[in-house]
Nanobody
């Protein structure tokens, strides 16, 4: 089994910053990518940022220049530094892991952490 535990969400004023963390544990195996998705009320879950095993990153256009994803491979941890937050960034943020254990590749999700940006 794989567990993803997120932390760092909360309430912040517009223009503020938050840092999300996600620690993966259990039968992880080979990590291909880790990342963050978010889901606002009444909307579909969307990609925020990902980082693959080689360190390459992908960002949603709406967060480019404001958010930075990084990873500590030794700790199986992924971070999301969020700066210049806007009310439209309000959502539940989910950690995502794509990994293979004994040649079986799968996607895993955290329980989500709420980020609320007040105007």
């Amino acid at each position: 089994q794989v567990q993803l535990v997120e932390s760092g969400g909360g309430l912040v004023q517009s223009g503020g910053s938050l840092r999300l963390s996600c620690v993966a544990s259990g039968r992880i195996g080979i990590i291909y990518a880790m990342g963050w998705y978010r889901q606002a009320p009444g909307k579909q879950r969307e990609l925020v940022a990902t980082i693959n095993s080689g360190g390459s990153t992908t960002y949603a256009d709406s967060v480019k220049g404001r958010f930075t994803i990084s990873r500590d491979n030794a700790k199986n941890t992924v971070y999301l530094q969020m700066n210049s937050l806007k009310p439209e960034d309000t959502a539940v943020y989910y950690c995502h892991l794509n990994a293979a254990w004994l040649l079986v590749r799968a996607d895993y999700w955290g329980q989500g952490t709420q980020v609320t940006v007040s105007s």
